[in-house]
Protein backbone atom coordinates (compact mmCIF):
# COMPACT_ATOMS: atom_id res chain seq x y z
CA UNK A 1 0.00 0.00 0.00
CA UNK A 2 1.49 3.49 -1.12
CA UNK A 3 2.60 6.01 1.59
CA UNK A 4 0.56 8.91 2.08
CA UNK A 5 2.49 12.11 2.46
CA UNK A 6 1.19 15.85 3.99
CA UNK A 7 3.53 18.34 2.71
CA UNK A 8 2.92 21.50 4.44
CA UNK A 9 4.51 24.46 2.45
CA UNK A 10 4.24 22.82 -0.27
CA UNK A 11 4.46 25.31 -2.92
CA UNK A 12 8.17 26.30 -2.08
CA UNK A 13 10.88 24.97 -4.01
CA UNK A 14 12.34 22.22 -1.78
CA UNK A 15 8.83 21.00 -1.09
CA UNK A 16 8.10 20.46 -4.97
CA UNK A 17 11.46 18.96 -5.45
CA UNK A 18 10.35 15.85 -2.75
CA UNK A 19 6.92 16.23 -4.08
CA UNK A 20 8.03 14.61 -7.17
CA UNK A 21 10.79 12.67 -6.12
CA UNK A 22 7.76 10.81 -3.55
CA UNK A 23 5.04 11.00 -6.49
CA UNK A 24 7.29 9.29 -8.96
CA UNK A 25 7.47 5.93 -6.32
CA UNK A 26 4.04 6.01 -6.24
CA UNK A 27 3.34 7.92 -2.99
CA UNK A 28 0.06 9.52 -1.96
CA UNK A 29 0.17 13.45 -1.94
CA UNK A 30 -1.47 15.74 -0.28
CA UNK A 31 -0.26 18.99 -0.61
CA UNK A 32 -1.22 21.95 1.56
CA UNK A 33 -0.57 25.19 1.75
CA UNK A 34 -2.15 28.98 1.09
CA UNK A 35 -1.85 29.05 -2.42
CA UNK A 36 -3.99 26.98 -3.78
CA UNK A 37 -4.37 27.39 -7.45
CA UNK A 38 -0.62 26.98 -7.69
CA UNK A 39 -0.58 23.94 -5.88
CA UNK A 40 -3.60 22.40 -7.71
CA UNK A 41 -1.05 22.18 -11.09
CA UNK A 42 1.46 21.06 -8.37
CA UNK A 43 -0.95 17.97 -7.62
CA UNK A 44 -1.91 17.65 -11.62
CA UNK A 45 2.09 17.31 -12.50
CA UNK A 46 2.07 14.44 -9.59
CA UNK A 47 -0.66 12.42 -10.89
CA UNK A 48 1.14 12.36 -14.41
CA UNK A 49 4.72 11.45 -12.52
CA UNK A 50 3.02 8.27 -10.77
CA UNK A 51 1.16 9.33 -7.10
CA UNK A 52 -1.13 7.10 -5.84
CA UNK A 53 -3.28 10.04 -5.63
CA UNK A 54 -2.32 13.56 -5.17
CA UNK A 55 -5.08 16.31 -4.10
CA UNK A 56 -4.47 19.78 -2.30
CA UNK A 57 -5.75 21.62 0.88
CA UNK A 58 -5.48 24.74 3.01
CA UNK A 59 -2.84 25.12 5.10
CA UNK A 60 -1.93 28.22 6.98
CA UNK A 61 0.30 28.30 10.02
CA UNK A 62 -0.95 31.69 11.52
CA UNK A 63 -4.78 29.91 11.19
CA UNK A 64 -5.79 27.24 13.57
CA UNK A 65 -9.10 26.74 11.92
CA UNK A 66 -7.20 24.91 9.08
CA UNK A 67 -5.99 22.09 11.24
CA UNK A 68 -8.95 20.23 11.35
CA UNK A 69 -9.65 19.46 7.33
CA UNK A 70 -6.17 18.33 7.11
CA UNK A 71 -6.50 15.95 10.31
CA UNK A 72 -9.37 14.67 9.20
CA UNK A 73 -8.06 13.96 5.98
CA UNK A 74 -5.33 12.33 7.04
CA UNK A 75 -7.19 10.03 9.90
CA UNK A 76 -9.23 8.87 6.87
CA UNK A 77 -6.00 7.68 4.38
CA UNK A 78 -5.27 4.37 4.84
CA UNK A 79 -1.68 2.91 5.53
CA UNK A 80 0.62 4.78 6.34
CA UNK A 81 0.91 8.80 6.91
CA UNK A 82 3.59 10.69 6.69
CA UNK A 83 4.50 14.49 6.91
CA UNK A 84 6.59 17.03 5.70
CA UNK A 85 6.97 20.32 7.20
CA UNK A 86 8.55 22.86 4.57
CA UNK A 87 7.14 26.27 6.79
CA UNK A 88 9.01 29.44 7.36
CA UNK A 89 9.57 33.41 7.35
CA UNK A 90 12.36 35.15 7.27
CA UNK A 91 11.45 38.98 6.82
CA UNK A 92 14.79 41.14 7.22
CA UNK A 93 16.37 41.56 10.54
CA UNK A 94 16.17 44.92 9.95
CA UNK A 95 12.07 45.11 9.65
CA UNK A 96 12.22 42.86 12.97
CA UNK A 97 14.02 45.50 14.38
CA UNK A 98 11.67 48.99 13.19
CA UNK A 99 8.31 46.98 14.16
CA UNK A 100 9.06 44.00 16.84
CA UNK A 101 5.60 42.93 16.35
CA UNK A 102 6.67 40.43 13.23
CA UNK A 103 8.35 38.57 15.80
CA UNK A 104 5.13 36.79 16.32
CA UNK A 105 4.44 36.06 12.38
CA UNK A 106 7.93 34.79 12.30
CA UNK A 107 7.29 32.04 15.17
CA UNK A 108 3.78 31.07 14.28
CA UNK A 109 4.97 30.45 10.70
CA UNK A 110 8.11 29.01 11.28
CA UNK A 111 7.68 27.05 15.03
CA UNK A 112 3.95 27.00 16.75
CA UNK A 113 2.27 26.21 13.58
CA UNK A 114 3.76 23.67 12.32
CA UNK A 115 4.09 22.21 15.55
CA UNK A 116 0.32 22.72 16.18
CA UNK A 117 -0.41 20.53 12.92
CA UNK A 118 2.08 17.61 14.12
CA UNK A 119 0.79 17.14 17.48
CA UNK A 120 -2.33 16.14 16.01
CA UNK A 121 -1.23 13.99 13.55
CA UNK A 122 1.32 11.98 16.32
CA UNK A 123 -1.54 10.41 17.62
CA UNK A 124 -2.52 8.98 14.45
CA UNK A 125 1.30 7.59 13.52
CA UNK A 126 1.37 6.13 16.74
CA UNK A 127 -1.91 4.13 16.63
CA UNK A 128 -0.81 2.64 13.51
CA UNK A 129 2.76 2.11 14.26
CA UNK A 130 4.29 3.82 11.38
CA UNK A 131 5.20 7.20 9.85
CA UNK A 132 7.28 9.71 9.07
CA UNK A 133 8.01 13.57 10.11
CA UNK A 134 10.27 15.48 7.92
CA UNK A 135 11.09 18.98 9.60
CA UNK A 136 13.06 21.18 7.80
CA UNK A 137 14.83 23.46 10.04
CA UNK A 138 17.97 26.11 8.98
CA UNK A 139 21.09 25.74 10.27
CA UNK A 140 20.59 29.33 11.69
CA UNK A 141 18.85 27.88 14.50
CA UNK A 142 22.02 26.14 15.59
CA UNK A 143 23.44 29.89 17.12
CA UNK A 144 22.38 33.67 17.21
CA UNK A 145 23.15 35.12 14.38
CA UNK A 146 23.16 39.33 14.49
CA UNK A 147 21.69 38.90 10.77
CA UNK A 148 18.75 36.81 11.45
CA UNK A 149 18.12 35.60 15.26
CA UNK A 150 14.60 35.76 15.62
CA UNK A 151 14.22 33.15 12.57
CA UNK A 152 17.19 31.20 13.84
CA UNK A 153 15.40 31.34 17.34
CA UNK A 154 12.05 30.50 16.06
CA UNK A 155 13.97 27.31 13.99
CA UNK A 156 15.99 26.21 17.06
CA UNK A 157 12.74 25.91 19.24
CA UNK A 158 11.49 24.24 16.24
CA UNK A 159 14.77 21.40 16.08
CA UNK A 160 14.04 21.00 20.16
CA UNK A 161 10.52 19.92 19.56
CA UNK A 162 11.34 17.51 16.63
CA UNK A 163 13.74 15.56 19.20
CA UNK A 164 10.99 15.46 21.30
CA UNK A 165 8.47 14.52 19.21
CA UNK A 166 11.74 12.13 17.69
CA UNK A 167 11.69 10.52 21.24
CA UNK A 168 7.65 10.02 21.61
CA UNK A 169 6.86 8.60 18.26
CA UNK A 170 10.44 6.45 18.26
CA UNK A 171 8.77 4.04 21.02
CA UNK A 172 5.61 3.46 18.47
CA UNK A 173 7.41 2.64 15.19
CA UNK A 174 7.37 6.24 14.00
CA UNK A 175 9.99 8.34 13.12
CA UNK A 176 11.49 12.18 13.02
CA UNK A 177 13.57 13.42 10.78
CA UNK A 178 15.28 17.11 11.26
CA UNK A 179 16.76 18.65 8.31
CA UNK A 180 18.94 21.19 7.99
CA UNK A 181 19.90 23.03 5.19
CA UNK A 182 22.38 26.01 4.85
CA UNK A 183 21.97 28.39 1.76
CA UNK A 184 19.74 27.04 -0.38
CA UNK A 185 18.00 28.72 -3.64
CA UNK A 186 14.27 29.43 -2.48
CA UNK A 187 11.90 32.51 -3.01
CA UNK A 188 12.85 33.04 0.93
CA UNK A 189 16.75 33.87 0.20
CA UNK A 190 15.83 35.84 -2.88
CA UNK A 191 18.08 38.78 -3.05
CA UNK A 192 20.08 38.25 0.42
CA UNK A 193 23.67 39.51 0.47
CA UNK A 194 26.65 37.63 1.72
CA UNK A 195 25.29 33.99 0.40
CA UNK A 196 27.93 31.54 -0.22
CA UNK A 197 27.76 27.35 -1.30
CA UNK A 198 24.33 27.74 -2.56
CA UNK A 199 22.73 24.27 -2.67
CA UNK A 200 19.84 23.92 -5.13
CA UNK A 201 16.20 22.48 -3.81
CA UNK A 202 16.85 19.27 -5.85
CA UNK A 203 19.84 18.61 -3.93
CA UNK A 204 18.04 19.16 -0.50
CA UNK A 205 15.55 16.46 -1.77
CA UNK A 206 17.97 14.09 -3.20
CA UNK A 207 19.68 14.19 0.85
CA UNK A 208 16.40 14.10 2.06
CA UNK A 209 15.72 10.63 0.71
CA UNK A 210 18.72 9.04 1.55
CA UNK A 211 18.57 10.11 5.03
CA UNK A 212 15.18 8.60 5.36
CA UNK A 213 16.66 5.38 3.67
CA UNK A 214 19.27 5.46 6.48
CA UNK A 215 16.91 6.21 9.02
CA UNK A 216 18.94 9.23 9.87
CA UNK A 217 17.69 11.48 12.85
CA UNK A 218 19.06 14.86 11.78
CA UNK A 219 21.11 15.86 8.86
CA UNK A 220 22.67 19.39 7.72
CA UNK A 221 22.35 19.59 3.99
CA UNK A 222 24.77 19.91 2.16
CA UNK A 223 26.69 17.92 4.30
CA UNK A 224 30.02 20.14 4.61
CA UNK A 225 27.31 22.40 6.82
CA UNK A 226 27.56 19.99 9.69
CA UNK A 227 31.54 21.12 9.59
CA UNK A 228 30.76 24.65 9.27
CA UNK A 229 28.21 24.54 12.01
CA UNK A 230 30.10 22.94 14.65
CA UNK A 231 33.16 25.54 13.51
CA UNK A 232 30.35 28.18 14.82
CA UNK A 233 29.31 26.89 17.07
CA UNK A 234 32.58 25.92 19.50
CA UNK A 235 33.53 30.22 18.95
CA UNK A 236 33.48 31.50 22.49
CA UNK A 237 30.94 33.93 22.91
CA UNK A 238 33.19 36.74 24.06
CA UNK A 239 34.60 36.24 20.85
CA UNK A 240 31.44 35.41 18.62
CA UNK A 241 29.24 38.29 19.65
CA UNK A 242 31.93 40.84 17.87
CA UNK A 243 31.86 38.64 14.78
CA UNK A 244 29.59 39.92 11.50
CA UNK A 245 28.85 36.19 10.54
Known amino acids: ?40 RD ?6 RGAAFAE ?3 FDARDPACLAPI ?14 VFVGSMPP ?13 VVTDSFTGPARLLQGLAPIIEARGAGTVIGVGSVAGDRGRIGNYVYGAAKAAFATYLSGLRNRLGRAGGHVLTVKPGFTDTAMTWGIEGMFLVASPDKVADDILTALEKRRNVIYTPFFWMGIMGIIRLIPERVFKKLSV
Not at 6 to 30: E, F, K, Q, T, V
Not at 71 to 84: H, I, K, N, P, Q
Request: hydrophobic residues 50%; contains cysteine; charged residues 25%.
Open 93 to 105: QAEIDADPGLIEG
Open 43 to 48: AADARV
Open 56 to 58: TIR
Open 71 to 84: LARAEACEGTVSAA
Open 1 to 40: MAETWIILGASSSMARALARRLAARGDGLILAGRELADLE
